[in-house]
């Protein structure tokens, strides 16, 4: 028996406000539209994996940073925070963009603090302040958004502050592969971040997976946080 398997096309947007020699497939463009979106809180991309989800996450945070402020990018693994940071540096050079580009997971943080004789809290804020982009995974979120990194004195809250104040448009990748626990705490740290944010300098988070988390999903709609779902535009055949 004989198998033929039909190619897939992603279809191009009808329109690309990008000039660099290529043009946006269909989610991409309406990723970025979405993300400028007053309305639109949270945005789930599901296009196929291989179709230019790592651009379309890249894209808001190249043209609107006037807008988003830096951005953050969280991976569930640190092999995919690597591979991700060469394939978000190869695309800067490509749209013609220099950006700050930093890594950041436990063995780093400590590393960092162990070099600039600082402690977790200066270090982390240190890294907010230097870089434009940072990638790094969903527990160094959640860890900063539970107050982890500050003194038990104080402002408690200092790290995460000074971080989502800086830090207004958050990817999730791979969403699919968390676990309830990291779902549970993007939930709850998207609830902190919102109530801490205004609506003059909005937070925006986006969630690339080509399966996407319907429990996810209908709790952020339940809070009465607005999302929109993305899907790629497809075309098949032998062409």
């Known amino acids: 028996m004989r198998l033929k398997l039909l190619s897939t096309w992603s279809k191009y947007s009808s329109y690309s406000e990008?000039?660099?020699?290529?043009?946006?497939?269909?989610?991409?463009?309406?990723?970025?539209?979405?993300?400028?979106?007053?309305?639109?809180?949270?945005?789930?991309?599901?296009?196929?994996?291989?179709?230019?989800?790592?651009l379309a996450g890249l894209l808001p945070a190249?043209?609107?940073?006037?807008?988003?402020?830096?951005?953050?990018?969280?991976?569930?693994?640190?092999?995919?925070?690597?591979?991700?940071?060469?394939?978000?540096?190869?695309?800067?050079?490509?749209?013609?963009?220099?950006?700050?580009?930093?890594?950041?997971?436990?063995?780093?943080?400590s590393a960092l603090m162990r070099q600039e004789k600082f402690d977790k809290s200066e270090t982390l804020q240190n890294i907010a302040s230097d870089n434009e982009i940072v990638l790094?995974?969903?527990?160094?979120?959640?860890?900063?958004?539970?107050?982890?990194?500050?003194r038990r004195w104080g402002n408690i809250a200092k790290t995460a502050q000074k971080w989502f104040a800086q830090y207004r448009?958050?990817?999730?990748?791979?969403?699919?592969i968390f676990n309830a626990p990291q779902i549970a705490n993007v939930l709850d740290g998207i609830a902190f971040i919102r109530a801490n944010s205004t609506s003059r300098y909005p937070t925006k988070f986006l969630f690339l997976s080509a399966t996407p988390d319907k429990l996810l999903i209908n709790a952020l709609n339940r809070a009465g946080i607005?999302?929109?779902?993305?899907h790629g535009s497809y075309m098949h055949g032998l062409e």
Do not use: C, M
């Open 169 to 176: 448009y958050i990817i999730f990748d791979e969403f699919h």
């Open 62 to 109: 190249v043209k609107e940073r006037k807008f988003l402020g830096k951005a953050l990018f969280a991976y569930p693994t640190n092999e995919l925070i690597r591979d991700q940071a060469r394939q978000l540096g190869e695309w800067s050079k490509k749209l013609d963009v220099q950006l700050t580009l930093g890594q950041l997971n436990s063995s780093q943080l």
């Open 136 to 150: 790094t995974n969903p527990d160094i979120f959640t860890l900063i958004n539970r107050f982890y990194y500050d």
């Open 18 to 54: 990008i000039n660099q020699g290529f043009q946006l497939v269909t989610h991409q463009q309406e990723v970025w539209d979405a993300i400028r979106d007053p309305k639109i809180h949270v945005v789930f991309d599901t296009a196929l994996t291989g179709d230019g989800k790592t």
């Open 226 to 230: 607005i999302s929109k779902e993305i």
